[in-house]
Nanobody, 115 residues
Framework: QVQLVESGGGLVQTGGSLRLSCAAS????????MGWYRQAPGKERELVAR???????NYADSVKGRFTTSRDNAKNTLYLQMNSLKPEDTAVYYC?????????WGQGTQVTVSS
């Protein structure tokens, strides 16, 4: 079992920055991967960024060059640094963890980018 708690969402103007955090229960080094997904109203949930156990990352094309995901194994925490935010980044952002063949999700944190 993995419990995930996101924080750091909020309201920001276009061009601004936010950093999301995802605190996990237990050690994150045991996880196969962690990632960030988002879901805007009326849209499907989509992958934003993912980091594998070996540290390799991949990003959605829409956020490449603006978002960076990282992890602090000592703090069991995943981060998403979001820069140059756009109104289309507005969504609920969810933290995801994969352990063996199971997926775990946080409760989500709202990010709103005003134009």
């Amino acid at each position: 079992q993995v419990q995930l708690v996101e924080s750091g969402g909020g309201l920001v103007q276009t061009g601004g920055s936010l950093r999301l955090s995802c605190a996990a229960s237990g050690s994150i080094v045991r996880l196969n991967a962690m990632g960030w997904y988002r879901q805007a109203p009326g849209k499907e949930r989509e992958l934003v960024a993912r980091i594998a156990r070996d540290g390799s990352t991949n990003y959605a094309d829409s956020v490449k060059g603006r978002f960076t995901t990282s992890r602090d194994n000592a703090k069991n925490t995943l981060y998403l640094q979001m820069n140059s935010l756009k109104p289309e980044d507005t969504a609920v952002y969810y933290c995801n963890a994969v352990l063996l063949k199971s997926d775990y999700w946080g409760q989500g944190t709202q990010v709103t980018v005003s134009s």
